[in-house]
């Protein structure tokens, strides 16, 4: 009897143990989602700077990136550099999702910062996100030319997001 007691505590510490390792050496950004290989979510909504309609279906027709990003969110910080460097690229166009944000406080960002995004999709409920399957700023996501979510990024993108992410897609 005492052995089947004493086996117990070994199983359980064995089980905790596998899924443990088992999270070891994943990426954390790479979250699947259920969206890809589907089209963007339909939405209609204001852009930021100019104040014009834009909605899902002015997004087809080339690869290009929509990055989810807030004036609040510190981590849009970190990775806007980067945003500004894929601009200059001139391969892909940028849409940016404004995230339950304040319009000034938007704008100023902007400002402050530089402009990488082509139009600025306005998201003040953060419905749009939802539907994208949003879980916060910063996201990513690389669309194709049908308007199909081929890639999502979570969290800030880096240098190398451009060349080892985005470059083998468009160049197919």
Known sequence: ???????????????????????????????????????????????LIDN???SNNDLIGNYILINVWGSWCYACTIEHENLIDIYKNEEITIYGLNYKDNREAALSWLKKRGNPYKKNIIDKDGSIGIDFGVYGAPETFLINKEGIIIYKHIGPIDRNFFKEVVLPYISK
């Not at 004493?6 to 989602?33: A, C, E, H, M, R």
């Open 1 to 47: 009897m005492k052995f089947k007691t004493s086996i117990i505590p070994i199983t359980i510490f064995l089980v905790i143990l596998y899924f443990l390792f088992s999270g070891l050496n994943k990426d954390p950004t790479i979250i699947p989602s259920p969206l890809i290989g589907k089209r963007i979510p339909s939405f209609e909504s204001k852009t």
């Open 52 to 54: 014009e309609i834009i």
